[in-house]
């Protein structure tokens, strides 16, 4: 699994406009863990519409087509 990338403050930031008014450091953790094995998912997915499409560049078509696999 690739390097963690997503910072802490940024899921609290989340967690707390979602209506948590107290957010604990495990769970911040637990919420980047998740988001970012869905995004890792997301990104090859849209990588391989890409590349089907005779692309390189990834579009934002494609992410909202991995989004709906």
Do not use: W, Y
Request: hydrophobic share 45%.
């Amino acid at each position: 699994m690739a390097k963690r990338s997503i910072p802490l403050a940024a899921m609290e930031k989340i967690l707390k406009q979602a209506g948590a008014s107290r957010v604990s450091d495990k769970a911040k953790i637990a919420l980047r863990d998740v988001l970012e094995e869905c995004v890792e998912q997301i990104s090859n997915d849209a990588i391989r519409f890409a590349a089907h499409a005779g692309r390189k560049t990834i579009k934002a078509g494609d992410i909202k087509l991995a989004l709906k696999k």
